[in-house]
């Protein structure tokens, strides 16, 4: 069984702790104020009745039909102090937008958290450089969650060689709350963007209208000839 009262204590009952452990004791020494979080969690849920006036993210019977259903609301939820009673604040996963699900790039630095922004309902301080990113399930740059935006190691990574990597992004709240996106980067030889055109004898001064094109499949290393646009195939 968890007891938290953010943001200055816990208390954790494991194996035979009863109502009459010690560790009990020390919430005779916890002040509280409004506004301050309770969370209280137990595996068997049976276990927990709060009684007295509750108000705010009150789930139905409905909602509470299914084991995990109610293992997800206890986890998830705190109860605000109040004059008015206790308030229960449901805490929703962060929010990561702006990853896409698979990205090619040539070889060299890139900034894995470019383009990409976090939310979260009651987090509101949270940040992308809270970010903690893995590159082949290898964690890049420091684990220090008070990191800045003028720290790079945490969110750029050098691609130097050709191939495919799967990158993590796993983002948790102030309540330990877990939002995790996967993604596909995909490294290409930046020779694919290279061109030859050539012109036939009629055309010399022409720079549209080539008589073939050779360009670069990178992901083969072959080279292709193709026609006068990007559809034609020269066989």
């Not at 509470?64 to 008015?84: I, L, P, Q, W």
């Not at 082949?136 to 003028?150: F, H, M």
């Not at 360009?215 to 020269?234: A, M, P, Q």
């Amino acid at each position: 069984m968890r007891i938290i009262i953010l943001p200055e204590k816990k208390i954790i009952l494991t194996g035979n702790d009863r109502g009459t452990s010690p560790k009990l004791s020390e919430l005779n020494d916890v002040s509280y104020a409004d506004n301050d979080i309770i969370r209280v969690y137990r595996s068997d849920l049976k276990g927990i009745e709060i009684t007295g006036t509750v108000t705010g993210n009150i789930p139905s019977i409905e909602d509470m039909s299914t084991e995990a259903n109610r293992v997800d609301y206890m986890k998830n939820t705190g109860f605000k102090v109040s004059n008015a009673g206790l308030q229960a604040i449901y805490n929703k996963a962060p929010v990561i937008t702006g990853v896409k699900k698979v990205r090619t790039i040539s070889k060299g630095t890139v900034d894995l958290l470019d383009g990409i922004n976090v939310s979260d309902e009651i987090d509101t301080d949270i940040s992308v450089n809270y970010m903690y990113i893995y590159v082949n399930d290898e964690l890049i740059g420091t684990v220090n969650q008070n990191r800045n935006s003028n720290e790079n190691s945490h969110r750029e990574y050098d691609f130097n060689k050709v191939g495919t990597y799967k990158v993590k992004y796993l983002l948790y709240d102030k309540w330990a709350r877990t939002t995790m996106i996967e993604t596909t980067v995909k490294v290409e030889s930046k020779t694919r963007e290279n061109e030859i055109k050539v012109y036939g004898p009629n055309d010399l001064n022409s720079t549209s209208n080539p008589e073939f094109r050779i360009v670069f499949d990178t992901k083969n290393n072959k080279i292709l000839l193709k026609g006068r646009n990007e559809s034609s195939i020269v066989e």
